[in-house]
């Protein structure tokens, strides 16, 4: 009883050790696909001020032709860049009182001129 008893357990032993090992390789392989958000958005295309003072509004109209407007804290920066090329990073946050779909601005960066 006691060689086969132990013969036993140690392969069991091995057999939880692999198990515990495959979860922590497969919780690890895992994490990297959690840090992406639902509704997060990456777009590319030309920055403008729409709409009209003292109502305006930072925007992005894409090669295709659709336009977001663009919310959040780096506004005053967005402004400053009208004209210019950005992809930009962000979470959609619905819809503005003018009816266009918003990102809130996460991080920016300038491209170069197609």
């Not at 894409?62 to 990073?89: F, I, M, N, W």
Request: net charge positive; hydrophobic share 40%; glycine share 14%.
């Amino acid at each position: 009883m006691g060689i086969t008893f132990f013969k036993m357990a140690r392969r069991n032993l091995r057999t939880l050790m692999a198990g515990v090992l495959f979860l922590i390789l497969l919780g690890t392989l895992g994490a990297g696909s959690m840090r992406m958000d639902k509704g997060e958005i990456q777009v590319t295309g030309r920055i403008y001020v729409m709409g009209h003072e003292p109502f305006t509004q930072v925007g992005i109209e894409l090669d295709d032709g659709q336009v977001y407007a663009l919310v959040g804290e780096e506004d005053k920066k967005l402004r400053s860049l009208q004209g210019k090329r950005l992809t930009v990073k962000g979470k959609m946050s619905g819809k503005t009182t003018r009816g266009i779909e918003a990102i809130e601005v996460k991080s920016f960066k300038i491209v170069e001129p197609k």
